[in-house]
């Protein structure tokens, strides 16, 4: 007997026949003799209505309103899957997170868990009545209904997880699992058995949506087992688990993309010692991140041009400011872009295997692909390039790292 | 400065632009110095889609998680006035049943309000903040979330003015009062200017949809002055307050009738004592609810017919029961019909005006229209009508007792 939390997405509760088979998925593992907990987001689209008409009332609404609004969309479907697990002879009821409590912070919308009491329902748990959890919610120090922010829910399921001491979190999702990179622009990709938590954080910060970076970067703080499988099959999916327990060791677990970033260029600044420190310091006060840097020095000119990458929503602000600032850093002139993007190789075993990135450059080298930027971690090497070779190199990449499933 | 609860049902919360009107009604009163707690319903339609879906997914639903779901309904609504408050200036924070605490019994779908503590509201009105609150719900002694059943707002709201010692309760609608009858069927009946508890217990409990009865009994045992006005402008409405407040007495306050009425007459019954009891003991034991009863002895024959009325929907299960029973009670027939409706003359002064009875009875015999069944209690008379002769009944009723508004 073990102790399961199970997760289940908007899409995978976004209709009653979704529910009953969400209901039906609950009850093979009851069936199975386990202690069982299910989080659940709001049915898909209603948070995006309810989230519509709270801006449409109040562009500048109060935080505590707001979450008071969207909670609803959880508190709907705990209700329903309740219903649905007691109608296939399931004992079940729903939890809210006021009712278990979930305690956070008061920051409304985005708010992080403090703690979670699970005493009473590990009381009916070990009746045999399964817990129907609302995800995404809390409940703050002031009595007011808290969110935990867009994608909360796995945030919820793994701290419920970690609160239970539960044997397994699985993640439940459209896909079958984490893929060595996105099948839809690679088709030969193919799905992990298992990935490091490690890993997982950095494929997930890097675009691959499957699971939420917070939720990721909690479970391993916690040491929560999880799984991520789909609602729409029963094959086992992707395990992410401790480095310790993974067996053998790919040199390459996969290879992620985002494509949502852009690059600033600022030419010819003086070649002076906190000239860097100038520039990023500015744009950190006014909350731009910056990724990815380059320096290149021109040893002739004294002069020296450098390169950084930012997500694109901040490329407009990020060259305001440092237009503004054209006197002090005395620079010749910026060059931005829109157009990249970001390809990231990101494996445990490259810590050992120096060839990696010589692998990784010579590939993108041999298809013509200029690389304006590069950073490396333990983990992963990741490149900017033109936006316009992005499968190009996705592919590429796959193949030269022995990922293709050729099968 | 005085303490004003205000309701709003669904209609008058339909969509976002009703908010807001509903939100300036509310500035109106706190403009001029008021402490004001709303009560709001559910925006019309969400109500319905959410208890279809508790039905769909399992018709025999537990209530426990049925007014988990239904319940959600009011959150957003508490949270979009609050914005839409706080818009146009207005200090507004939304009330949950569970927050307030409004402390309910356990009956799930229809729960019984035990207690509102309103310590922490009243602080809050003090500093001018107006307290949104969720109708319809409230926390039972689980610390489950309960509803008090259909049209449970009006009750939330009676109660609550009754916690906060408010000066006045005003319950906003679609109509802009307490008319002397059904507009829709006499175009002369005029809105009362006030009616007392009893009578607007009468009319509401015969069809007249303006308030529950429910909230009127409430009203009438804590002394809550109520007023029934309209969403959709600014005239004062109906008052409905306590008998000895009421200055002018006019003979008759109204004409109620009720449609969902059904009759049977059993035939032939030996003229014993404890026939009647047989009778009725029977049906109660069944929990159908007898209204009218009239028993017709016929000298000659040793035998008695009784007529009785009741609720249409009790019909069936009311004849089959009279059926079983044939042996025992020894009738020869029974006659039922569905075609009567119950016609009402309501008002205090009947009490001292023996000639209203009168006044009725030839009324109704001068357009020929029979009456089945008749009733009386103090500050009403009621008789079963042929369905068909409704229209007719209720406007020569409302000339003859001089409620036509001839302005």
Not at 54 to 65: L, N
Not at 86 to 105: E, Y
Not at 282 to 301: F, G, K
Request: with cysteine; glycine share 8%.
């Amino acid at each position: 007997m073990a102790r399961i939390v199970q997760k289940f997405g908007g899409t995978s509760v976004g209709d009653l026949d979704r529910i009953r088979n969400v209901a039906k998925k609950v009850k093979t593992e009851v069936d199975a003799g386990h202690e069982v907990a299910v989080v659940v987001s709001a049915m898909s689209g209603t948070t995006n209505q309810l989230v519509q008409w709270a801006s449409e009332i109040g562009p500048m609404h109060d935080a505590r309103e707001y979450d008071t609004i969207v909670a609803t969309g959880e508190q709907v479907t705990v209700g329903l899957l309740s219903i649905a697990l007691q109608n296939i002879g399931v004992d079940a009821r729903s939890w809210l997170g006021w009712q278990i409590p979930i305690r956070t912070d008061n920051l409304h919308g985005s708010a992080r868990i403090d703690d979670i009491d699970s005493s009473k329902m590990r009381e009916r748990l070990a009746q045999g009545q399964v817990a129907v959890v609302a995800g995404f919610q809390g409940i703050g120090p002031d009595g007011r209904i808290t969110t935990l922010g867009r994608g909360g829910s796995d945030t919820s399921a793994v701290a419920l997880a970690a609160a239970l001491d539960a044997d397994r979190c699985d993640i439940y999702t459209d896909v079958d699992g984490v893929y060595t990179t996105d099948p839809r622009i690679a088709p030969k990709a193919k799905k992990l058995d298992s990935i490091t938590f490690e890993e997982m954080l950095e494929m997930a910060s890097l675009g691959a949506k499957v699971l939420q970076t917070r939720s990721v970067a909690m479970a391993m703080r916690h040491n929560v087992n999880l799984q991520v499988r789909s609602s729409f099959s029963d094959l086992p999916g992707t395990f992410v688990v401790d480095e310790d327990t993974v067996m053998e060791k790919e040199t390459i677990s996969g290879i992620a993309y985002s494509p949502d970033e852009a690059k600033i260029t600022i030419i010819g600044l003086p070649d002076e010692p906190g000239i860097a420190a100038s520039v990023f310091g500015e744009l950190a006060q006014n909350h731009v991140n910056v990724d990815m840097i380059v320096q290149s020095a021109s040893s002739q000119s004294q002069r020296t041009d450098i390169t950084f990458s930012l997500g694109q929503a901040d490329l407009n602000k990020a060259v305001e400011i440092i237009e503004k600032n054209k006197s002090a850093l005395k620079y010749d002139g910026i060059d931005s872009s829109e157009n990249v993007t970001k390809i990231s190789v990101v494996g445990m075993a490259m810590r050992s295997q120096p060839g990696v990135a010589k692998t990784m450059f010579e590939t993108l080298a041999e298809k013509g692909i200029n690389l304006a930027v590069i950073s490396t971690s333990e983990i992963k090497i990741s490149v900017l390039i033109d936006s316009e070779y992005t499968e190009l190199a996705v592919r590429s990449l796959h193949s030269a790292f022995g990922l293709d499933d050729d099968s």
